[in-house]
């Protein structure tokens, strides 16, 4: 049962283009979306969050933007970069009820920027 | 300025062993958190830990796993008699406050495999 899908397992842009990574969710419950990066044996580094009340984020070259009755949200990097290359995370957030707030991640869309 | 420290970074466990792996959060932090990423998988949450506390471990196997955050020292998951499918990077996170909205700060992780 995957909450948070990430359809595209890779991405190739070219250097300069807009790189658009998507991610579909399933839970209606989630209240935070946000976008990480990660390079080959490190840790995920936070990039940008979305409150589910707002349907775009801007910060820099990364934009989020969400559509609720979708169900869906993508991060925009424009121009896109060479050292943008890496996994970039969806993840969203949701009160477990437990006394968390747990994050739920996709699989990850691996980009690959051409200079 | 030291961020989430993880050790090891690698971690070679023959099957029938224990395994600890090692989370110093970041200074200020109170909140930590473990997630599990299996090979070409995304990040799954296991634990919620404040100081002496486990506040959320919905997300742990109910055996073999358990997960500690003393008053002194750091947050420790220990894994009992492993077996080849606990194989997998392992990583923590920590932060200020219980809300997720601002993205956790995550370690560099411990990779395990068992032999």
């Known amino acids: 049962d995957q909450q948070v899908k990430q359809n595209s397992p890779s991405l190739s842009v070219q250097e300069g283009r807009i790189s658009i990574l998507n991610c579909d969710y399933t839970?209606?419950?989630?209240?935070?979306f946000l976008w990480y990066k990660k390079y080959p044996a490190e840790g995920p580094t936070f990039l940008i969050s979305i409150s589910s009340i707002k349907d775009k984020n801007e910060d820099g070259r990364f934009t989020v933007f969400l559509n609720k009755s979708a169900k869906h949200l993508s991060l925009h990097i424009v121009p896109s970069q060479p050292g943008d290359s890496a996994v970039y995370f969806c993840a969203a957030s949701v009160d477990s009820g437990a006394g968390s707030y747990q994050l739920t991640f996709g699989k990850g869309t691996k980009l690959s920027v051409i200079p | 300025n030291a961020g989430v420290m993880q050790n090891p970074r690698h971690l070679v466990r023959r099957r029938g062993q224990e395994a600890r792996l090692r989370c110093s959060p970041m200074k200020g932090h109170s909140h930590v958190y473990w997630y599990r990423q299996l090979p070409e998988e995304g990040l799954k949450f296991m634990v919620y830990l404040q100081k002496e506390n486990i506040i959320d471990e919905s997300g742990m196997p109910k055996e073999r796993f358990s997960a500690e955050f003393p008053k002194e020292g750091p947050s420790i998951l220990r894994i009992q008699q492993v077996v080849r499918g606990d194989s997998a990077a392992y990583f923590c996170a920590s932060s200020q406050s219980r809300g997720s909205n601002y993205g956790y700060t995550f370690g560099s992780g411990t990779r395990l495999t068992v032999v």
């Open positions: 839970n209606s419950m989630f209240d935070y």
